[in-house]
């Protein structure tokens, strides 16, 4: 699908575009509901995506610099938000319903096929009354988190500014800032730290003075 086509599509929808990435190229869309928005910073990338709007009314929203792909599935009255200079690796999943968010801060960077659940897909209830236990819950990543391939992170979780999520790990509750998380469930293993995004081989071999350096 061509931008022009997108815009065409989801103006047909009720909805409306702003702004334009500037690179967008093997993406599919398919809105089943009305009156969503889009939002783009004209520095972002939307490279290799797949997005399935199925109850509409959703806000989405990608800021400057940040490279989008994977497959992106949302229900109703949601509301989508990457910061900027965001980066995924290839294999991102986001899975948006009943009307909770997930929101995504500044420079942050997913490995391999990372999974963001705001939701548990099938409804469980109460066998003494009927009541419904399992409703959805927003998650919220702060700015400059890391979560490593294969991550996988639930309903109502906030991953505070300047964490690390291990590889392979399931987080379910909230995680302070500056930690490293591991396991299944994830627990802090490690306190009072920060990252870089840059290559081990090619900075900050002997540590940093600043964190001005990173």
Do not use: Q
């Not at 997108?6 to 409306?16: P, R, S």
């Not at 399935?52 to 949601?78: A, Q, T």
């Amino acid at each position: 699908m061509t931008f022009e086509e997108f815009i065409a599509l989801v103006e047909l929808k009720g909805g409306k575009v702003i702004g334009k990435p500037s690179i967008w190229k093997s993406v599919k869309i398919d809105l089943r509901g009305l009156n969503s928005n889009f939002e783009f910073h004209e520095n972002s990338k939307i490279d290799n995506l797949t997005l399935v709007d199925y109850g509409g009314n959703n806000n989405i929203k990608i800021g400057k610099y940040s490279k989008v792909n994977g497959l992106i599935k949302i229900g109703r009255k949601c509301n989508l938000k990457i910061g900027s200079n965001f980066s995924s690796t290839g294999g991102m999943k986001l899975h948006l319903s009943e009307s909770s968010d997930i929101i995504i801060g500044d420079n942050c960077m997913f490995g391999i096929d990372i999974n963001i659940y705001n939701h548990d897909y099938h409804p469980i209830f109460s066998i003494d009354t009927g009541e419904r236990l399992n409703f959805s819950k927003s998650v919220y990543l702060e700015d400059h988190i890391w979560l490593a391939n294969k991550t996988t992170i639930l309903k109502g979780v906030t991953i505070s500014t300047g964490s690390v999520i291990g590889i392979g790990s399931v987080v379910s509750k909230d995680i302070p800032p500056n930690s490293i998380a591991v396991g299944n469930p994830a627990i802090v293993v490690k306190s009072g730290i920060t990252w870089d995004r840059a290559s081990l081989n090619t900075s900050h071999l002997d540590g940093i003075k600043h964190f001005d350096e990173i």
